[in-house]
Antibody
Framework: QVQLVESGGGVVQPGRSLRLSCAASGLVFSTYAMQWVRQAPGKGLEWVALISFNGGNDYYADSVKGRVTISRDNSKNTLYLQMNNLRTEDSAVYYC???????WGQGTLVTVSS | DIQMTQSPSAMSASVGDRVTITCRASQGIRNYLAWFQQKPGKAPKRLINAASNLQSGVPSRFSGGGSGTEFTLTITSLQPEDFATYYCLQYNSYPLTFGGGTKVEIK
């Protein structure tokens, strides 16, 4: 069955960096556009970024543009989210998800706090 | 950017009730709208895409409608497992944007 497993979350100080990973299995990863969606504690869903199936195109929410980079390694079936200059408002559960077919990971929690 | 305004933000309903949630887009998005259901501590689950296309395995009591700027999600005969938070998502243009969510609670 399809599995998306996020990792890399944790507690980090404001201004620091963090890289999230999403390991995919059970699907032909290289044929799926992939995205990150986040949810701050007690808040709604916020779309963060999307990358095309081959990595040739990427798109970002205004709230993270310039601080965040989405990337992928199709040889490793892995999606990444590099987050720099983190702010307290970036604290959230980060989900990776496919663009189609509605596959989601279980989420990884990022807490930005001094 | 396209803003998605969802209403109501919360509602109380009883099992068997008919429930309608509305999503308004700040500009036309054709039918590029999806509806998601999320239960506490779980990842969202897509119910509908293309405004009215029910996803495989989703009960037929869920239906979606609308196009352009006004969209609805209707649940006929609310069931206990339907108490959750619902979100719309526009995917007409980047950045993609979610509505603020509608929490459906038990009356």
């Amino acid at each position: 069955q399809v599995q998306l497993v996020e990792s890399g979350g944790g507690v980090v100080q404001p201004g620091r960096s963090l890289r999230l990973s999403c390991a995919a299995s059970g699907l032909v990863f290289s044929t799926y556009a992939m995205q990150w969606v986040r949810q701050a504690p007690g808040k709604g869903l916020e779309w963060v970024a999307l990358i095309s199936f081959n990595g040739g195109n990427d798109y970002y929410a205004d709230s993270v543009k310039g601080r965040v980079t989405i990337s992928r390694d199709n040889s490793k079936n892995t999606l990444y989210l590099q987050m720099n200059n983190l702010r307290t408002e970036d604290s959230a559960v980060y989900y990776c998800a496919t663009d189609r077919d509605d596959y989601w990971g279980q989420g990884t929690l990022v807490t930005v706090s001094s | 950017d396209i803003q998605m305004t969802q209403s109501p933000s919360a509602m109380s309903a009883s099992v068997g009730d008919r429930v309608t949630i509305t999503c308004r887009a700040s500009q036309g998005i054709r039918n590029y709208l999806a509806w998601f259901q999320q239960k506490p501590g779980k990842a969202p689950k897509r119910l509908i895409n293309a405004a009215s296309n029910l996803q495989s395995g989703v009960p037929s009591r869920f239906s979606g409608g609308g196009s352009g700027t006004e969209f609805t999600l209707t649940i006929t005969s609310l069931q206990p497992e339907d108490f959750a938070t619902y979100y719309c998502l526009q995917y007409n243009s980047y950045p993609l944007t979610f509505g603020g969510g509608t929490k459906v609670e038990i009356k």
